[in-house]
């Protein structure tokens, strides 16, 4: 059983930046991802880092906008936002398998509007 939590979003004017925390304890050898889903929408894969400080993944979307990275020490998994669009806004969540399950945190809002 693994627990994931979100932490950092909030409400931004276009043009903006915030960072996303995922706090993933016990799954430093495990790939992480961000997903977004935003109101009549489905669900978006952002970004993914692998568990072994490996190659990382970015949608068409946010590549070179958004950068991920990972503390092994803190067990935590960043996202990087920056020159945030009103398209951007939606709830954010991390996810993670591991031994077949899947493990979604609970989601933070980002909002952005001028």
């Known amino acids: 059983q693994f627990d994931l939590m979100e932490s950092g979003g909030g409400s931004v004017q276009p043009g903006g930046s915030l960072t996303l925390s995922c706090e993933a304890p016990g799954l430093d050898n495990y790939a992480i991802g961000w997903f977004r889903q935003a109101p009549g929408k489905e669900r978006e894969g952002l970004s993914c880092i692998s568990g072994s400080e490996g190659p990382t993944f970015y949608a068409n979307s946010v590549r070179g906008r958004f950068t991920i990275s990972r503390d092994y020490l803190k067990g935590i998994v960043y996202l990087q936002m920056g020159n945030l669009r009103p398209e951007d806004t939606a709830v954010y969540s991390c996810?993670?398998?591991?031994?077949?399950?899947?493990?979604w945190g609970q989601g933070t809002q980002v909002t952005v509007s001028a």
């Open positions: 996810y993670a398998q591991a031994s077949g399950l899947d493990y």
